[in-house]
């Protein structure tokens, strides 16, 4: 048998570097709340109204560096959906059943890339990497708390950003820029 080795790289050739780099991602902050706990799980007698509300932000960690931290927050607020027959329920009709709240954090590196990619970057493609594992910790959070997991459709982080492109249409952003749906 042979053995074989690569032939070392040509002097002066730069080692090639991935445009994007994910660094880390972690839960910055998660929050469950029953207000009504007890009783809720005993009298509430049809799945809750969810309602999501979704955030997506990014920022510079270092001045002059190409590191940033993306976050994407998810407001989670279940409310009881008013009963259509007359029997009497011990409930508010509409009270809030349950709010879950979750901002789950990546930090990429962003290198070689030209300044007008930064943004579309930032607000699209990293949320897209951090939307499957804050979709899971919310579905697993909302279980565990009694009820049927909240189960979020994928988002479209393009419409996304361009909504939020046409609300601030001549201001550019530098170190923190936001999207929100």
Not at 100 to 113: D, I, N, P, R
Request: with cysteine; hydrophobic share 40%; glycine share 8%.
């Amino acid at each position: 048998m042979s053995e074989t080795t690569p032939p070392p790289p040509p002097q002066g050739a730069a080692q090639q570097v991935p445009p994007l780099v994910v660094n880390i991602q972690y839960v910055k902050d998660l929050s469950f709340e029953v207000p009504g706990a007890p009783q809720i799980y005993s009298h509430l007698r049809a799945a809750p109204r969810v309602d999501i509300n979704l955030d997506v932000q990014a920022r510079r960690i270092t001045e002059g560096q190409s590191t940033f931290e993306v976050t994407l927050s998810i407001r989670a607020e279940a409310t009881e959906v008013p009963a259509t027959g007359n029997g009497g329920s011990e409930a508010q009709p509409g009270g809030r059943v349950f709010l879950a709240e979750l901002a789950y954090c990546g930090v990429f590196t962003l290198s070689g890339l030209p300044d007008n990619t930064v943004e579309p970057i930032l607000l699209v493609e990293c949320p897209r990497i951090l939307f499957p594992f804050a979709r899971n910790i919310l579905a697993d959070v909302t279980r565990d708390g009694g009820f049927p997991p909240v189960l979020l459709q994928p988002i479209d982080f393009v419409a996304l950003w361009q909504q939020r492109r046409a609300q601030v249409a001549g201001t550019p952003g530098t170190d923190t820029v936001t999207a929100t749906a």
